[in-house]
Nanobody, 118 residues
Framework: VQLQASGGGLVQAGGSLRLSCAAS????????MTWYRQAPGKERESVAV????????YYADSVKGRFTISRDNAKNTVYLQMNSLKPEDTAVYYC????????????WGQGTLVTVSS
């Protein structure tokens, strides 16, 4: 599976962005998908996870109520809708595919930069 993340950019605090992660290959629907982020000088962290069916989602406490992960298996795409953005959301965002929501990723996308100005 090859993953291509897009949708990053510069936005003011309080604004919104939607990230997309397009996957190649026919097996996309088998994988749980996770959005990670890595801010400058910080470790990479899991932001949001969605099961293969989309029936289960999990969020980091720091983004609950502001971010929404979703997927369209017919389009081989997973999304991250980010609302009420804060400067501390500034990071490179990566999508990743794993066998289960708890498993470490098998595949990684290349990352897309999100910058939130105050």
């Amino acid at each position: 599976v090859q993953l291509q993340a897009s949708g990053g950019g510069l936005v003011q605090a309080g604004g919104s962005l939607r990230l997309s992660c397009a996957a190649s290959g026919r097996t996309f629907s088998r994988y749980a998908m996770t959005w990670y982020r890595q801010a400058p000088g910080k470790e990479r962290e899991s932001v949001a996870v969605i099961s293969w069916s989309g029936g289960s989602t999990y969020y980091a406490d720091s983004v609950k109520g502001r971010f929404t992960i979703s997927r369209d298996n017919a389009k081989n795409t997973v999304y991250l809708q980010m609302n009420s953005l804060k400067p501390e959301d500034t990071a490179v965002y990566y999508c990743a595919a794993s066998d289960t929501p708890e498993a470490p990723p098998h595949y990684w996308g290349q990352g897309t930069l999100v910058t939130v100005s105050s």
